[in-house]
């Protein structure tokens, strides 16, 4: 295989790739990149076994001034081949591979020969059907994940809690994630015409990295699923990730339907108000931080004490509160992770008693974002 | 003691005295922040026993905001104190110390208590005499410690090597520091009227701490010496710094007087390749370049090998080249660091032999600027 390219455009696609390999991998090859030049592209993929990512570099963009010579497959070293490649000095590029999977890189007056691996070893993707397509405005979905994935459980103890739950049931798409300490759940409506239909979860990690990819963009993403891969298609890529095995817990009736005291604030003001609290929890070794709530005064008091190292105390005026006076404690982190996906809206915070899990809701679409944390028992 | 100030005036003054303060030290009192509040300013003080940094917020200069309610000293526990006057919500903040050591830090509706120490079991800095001071222009000694600092040793089996070594005589200020494999000197002239002398070696940590605070500075800064300690003076801060003790090597004679061969090259450029070449050299045991140089060709090839992992070839024509044609094999890392400090100047490379040092200096004022790096032996 033989091609001529424009340097920063097979950087773009080595970069997008490159995501999703791992240098710590248990499977050798895997830390490589693969490339398959075909007459009309170079199709990159990166994986890590969990993760697999693919994109191409198309011979019928002109921005990327490819000029395939011949075809084959090799494996390069991913993270060595990236760092040559974008260390290049010239705007084009040319890559050749010779006997014995040597390859080599030419720009400018620089030449690179590197030891590749043969492509037949490097693990087949996974087949997805791409007939059921699910479209999503990636924006959204993005802000999907990032306001569920919080929840999702870094213990492995319980593997199906480290993933989103994920149904789609009436051109209602809801993700939901819990870590049995704290639960996220959101709500988003689908275009009327879409009348797909799944119940899956996608581990967290994946999420993240899925994530990351669609940050800034402004399309939509298809998605496919098999019995146990999710394939999500953007543009010219590909990412797939594995499907979590398991039945999810049954959430809904976890969340309260009533309420003893309810208060409203900026999201913003009460999360600045407990990252100062939580300064001092932490340094405690048990990092917890009360609420006392007194609707009548319309004053929430927030505190922290460690004996360690000190106390703190403050005031916070919340825009409206009512029902009974509460006292209730809670892990600040939770809280914290909870407030700043709101970001700068108001949030409606609602309060059974000092033991119940209690809820935060956006004041506005209440029913379509609604995050539960679980309170600590301090007495 | 109490006090009533602007806050973000106040956090300049921890962060410059923060720079000091390590949370490994063995001294566990060195782990907090110690206020000095007297009628007129309050003075801060962070140390880690080798270096000490102290400042002031003066109740004279009216945009600090202060008013000093009552005098008196505190150590507070640096990190934690720091966090939470950043994160205060006001843009004025008040201290007082109460029974016990307590201080009460308020701001806004926030309050914060947290538990002193006694301002007398810190250590005393040391006493330097502010009589024969050096005037030095901050953003020069900045340079000559950036153009210095990367040559010391980092190893601790010759203590003496892990300091630069000053010395001013004749108006003539020569920092010169060496691990042994390279060395790097440094020359600059002080106004006439100056008559300091002085032969001291300082940490070459100490000077890298130093540089950070003079980041940006276009001002002079005074230079103390006692016996055992150096005293930098900027504005308001005084930066301490121990020296180290011992006879610094004699390094005039490792400067080769005389060369057989020369290039001249835009450093940046030649940095480029080099660069290029040791992401080769990095994956091999033995982290080592090649250079072949033709002056009759004016042509200089880079290159690399690794079997493990390929070959890099680069051609490179130097701005002029003259004399007898070499090999010589070095460590990339050194050479890339000598060339990272010369920016974007015209360098000139001398060699003798395969086997001897050879030396860049910049095009202009040769003498002012020499560093030297010791080639390996490859066959």
Known sequence: ????????????????????????????ILTGLKMDVSESDILLTGSNADVSIQTS??????DNELTIKSTG???????????????????????????????????????????????NGYPHLPEVDTENTVDLAADIFRQVIGQTVIAVSKQESRPILTGVHFTLANNKLLAVATDSHRLSQRRVSLPADDDGKFDVVIPGDSLKELSHMLDGIDQNIQMNLSENQVLFTLGDTRFYSRLLEGNYPDTSR????????????AAGDLLSAIERASLLSHESRNNVIKLTIKPNDQVVTISGNSPDVGTVEEDLKPKSSEGEDLEISFNPDYMKEALRVFGQTDIEISFTSALRPFTLVPTENK?????????????
Chains 1, 2 share one sequence.
């Open 367 to 379: 029913e379509d974002f609604i995050q539960l944390i679980t309170p600590v028992r301090t007495f």
């Open 57 to 62: 570099v198309k011979a019928s963009n002109p």
């Open 1 to 28: 295989m033989k091609f001529v390219t424009n340097r920063n455009a097979f950087i773009k696609a080595l970069n997008t790739v490159s995501r999703a390999i791992s240098s710590k991998t248990t499977i050798p």
């Open 73 to 119: 497959s090799i494996v390069l070293p991913a993270r060595f081949f990236s760092e040559i490649v974008k260390k290049l000095p010239d705007k084009t590029m040319s890559l050749e591979v010779g006997d014995n999977f040597q390859t080599t890189i030419k720009s400018g007056n620089s030449e690179f020969t590197i030891n590749g691996l043969d492509a």
């Open 254 to 265: 976890l969340i309260p339907k009533s309420s003893n005291t309810k208060m409203e604030f």
